[in-house]
């Protein structure tokens, strides 16, 4: 059940969308290119059985980025980008410094030459600082974050935000649907089941031992997304579709004292 991954993405109004066994169906899905965007439309059934079409227009710039954003992330890329920066930061440093980078399983190991320890222990410290500011910058990049315990995850709120204004179109065009209540309740449950007729679709490989994810304007021209695809593709058109979930922090940080 994909939609158990939602609570990740801290949207308060997801703890009760999914109480019953309906499912939505897809009838009908084509995909226009035109001058710059393209034109998706969907024709599908709803969690009541009610027929419902829905078509937007994406930019070609966003579905781009989203395809490449996933095509390119790897942990063998991650790796690689790594041991650039830190062959950057060593010939950076000068004084006929020197590293020996080696890739062992999961983790890079490296050995440098240097005059004097001195500028040894300088340059260890900067390689060091490199490694953790260009690991942190890839995974950025690719909406991925990675935790204490050294497993690379989707990192959920950093690509719901990322992903909110790309998904605007998506909002408005649920948001025109014919004969839905006027109530966060119902508009969420019509959006819920929008991204649930989406063809589900396993995104693993073995080099991808980070959480696959596809970003939803590429997982809507594509039509195709997992579990955690889809659940944050919601939740980022959620956050314009419905205002119950883009509510400030309940406790506001409290001003510090003026001083005395």
Known sequence: MW???????SMPILAVLWGGVAEAQQLDFSRVSRSGDERLSYRWRDLDRREQATVFTLTRQDIREAEASFKDFSLDGM??????????ETAKFGNGAQIEIRRGGDRLSWTVKVRDPASQEALIKRLNER??????????????????????????????????DPMRAVAKALGATP??????????????????QVPYASLGDGMRRGGDFLPGPALLAQ??????????????????????????????????????
């Open 131 to 164: 490694f953790t500011r260009s690991q942190k910058a890839y995974l950025a990049r690719h909406l991925r974050q990675r935790l204490d315990e050294g497993r690379i995850m989707v990192d959920f709120a950093a690509a719901t935000r990322a992903l909110q």
């Open 223 to 260: 039509n195709r997304g997992d579990c955690d695809s889809k659940a944050v593709a919601l939740a980022a058109v959620l956050r314009t579709y419905t205002p119950c979930c883009n509510l400030p922090p309940r406790h506001p940080p409290r001003p510090h004292p003026p001083p005395r």
């Open 179 to 196: 004969g839905i209540a006027d109530d966060d309740r119902a508009r969420a449950n019509l959006a819920l089941a929008f991204f649930q």
């Open 3 to 9: 939609l158990g991954r939602l609570a990740l993405a």
């Open 79 to 88: 790796w690689e980008d790594i041991a650039t920066n830190l062959r950057d």
